[in-house]
């Protein structure tokens, strides 16, 4: 259709004279073109388009998309949360393990204290006990060796007479005479009046127990010992000193003069016997209440003053 258009008025000659004149020339033509052109509005698109369908779907598998990822956050979070729960309970119960071994290594520190005080006086309790032992055990060696002494000094001058059969009803007058008549065998001369004491020791009943007599000096009962050495020297088994020699009646029986020694003493000699028939020593005798050892005629006697002396003594073949 075509487009109408107005005639313009006439101008006024005065006015026709006239020049207008704009500075922007472009912008006016525009705006009169603009004036003259009808503005029309754009035409929206159904939402039934494809475009729009596509935009829908693309919408739509993005909110399904990002729920997904939400989804899968918030699964992991709340598993992350289980697991720091966990790892904090955890903690905690350490830390309560720690506060219960650190107050057990507390108890046991101070256990161990008390014992190391109890152990340090203990110590010295046993210390202190120690040292007393060691001053009472010299205290005693030395009442023992007085008393060893004292012994020794009551029997100095008596001597035992063994294997004396012991009779009925024996008085104080039978031992006597028993002890004379042996000193007179040996050519010594000992009288009542020499005898300070005599009697027999304790036994068993029915037993030979031997006598015990006690000079009035130490030099007469060394002479009896003496003598009865002499008398038996080089005599044989039979011949040695016995009951017939002194007149006693029955069986004939040796009879036996040495030292009246205390009861360790008479141990220590019969071990010393013992010790001389197994190893080759030819002599063993007690004298003045001291025990000797003699390997060979002619050789130095040892003094046996104990058990360890023995063991200490060289073994002859």
């Not at 705006?31 to 009808?38: L, P």
């Not at 220590?268 to 030819?282: P, S, T, V």
């Not at 000797?292 to 002619?298: A, I």
């Amino acid at each position: 259709m075509p487009r109408m258009q107005r005639s313009p008025p006439a101008a006024s000659g005065e006015s026709a004279q006239r020049a207008i004149s704009s500075p922007d020339i472009c912008s006016i033509g525009a705006e009169v073109e603009q004036t003259n052109v009808t503005a029309r509005t754009k035409r929206l698109r159904p939402d039934f388009s494809p475009e729009q369908q596509k935009l829908s779907q693309t919408n739509s598998s993005f909110e399904s998309f990002e729920n997904k990822i939400m989804n899968m956050l918030t699964t992991w979070k709340r598993e992350q949360d289980v697991v720091l729960n966990k790892i904090t309970s955890d903690i905690n119960e350490v830390k309560a393990q720690n506060r219960e071994i650190q107050k057990t290594n507390i108890e046991i520190e101070k256990s161990i204290e008390f014992m190391n005080q109890a152990y340090e006086t203990m110590k010295n309790t046993v210390e202190k006990l120690e040292k007393e032992r060691v001053e009472q055990r010299i205290y005693i060696t030395e009442l023992e060796k007085k008393v060893f002494d004292l012994q020794q000094y009551s029997r100095s001058s008596s001597f035992e007479i063994r294997n004396i059969p012991q009779t009925e009803k024996e008085s104080i007058d039978d031992l006597t005479s028993i002890v004379v008549q042996t000193c007179n065998k040996l050519d010594v001369s000992v009288k009542r009046a020499d005898l300070r004491d005599i009697y027999r020791m304790p036994g068993k009943k029915g037993s030979n127990r031997p006598i015990v007599a006690e000079l009035v000096t130490v030099s007469q009962k060394n002479q009896v010992l003496q003598a009865a050495r002499r008398f038996n020297n080089g005599r044989s088994t039979i011949e040695k000193l016995n009951t017939k020699h002194i007149g006693l009646s029955g069986d004939t029986k040796p009879i036996y003069v040495g030292d009246h020694l205390s009861s360790s003493l008479r141990q220590l000699f019969f071990e010393a016997r013992k010790y001389a028939n197994d190893n080759n020593y030819r002599f063993c005798w007690s004298q003045n209440n001291k025990i000797f050892l003699r390997q060979h005629e002619g050789m130095p006697s040892i003094t046996i003053k104990s058990l360890a002396c023995l063991n200490n003594l060289p073994k002859l073949q």
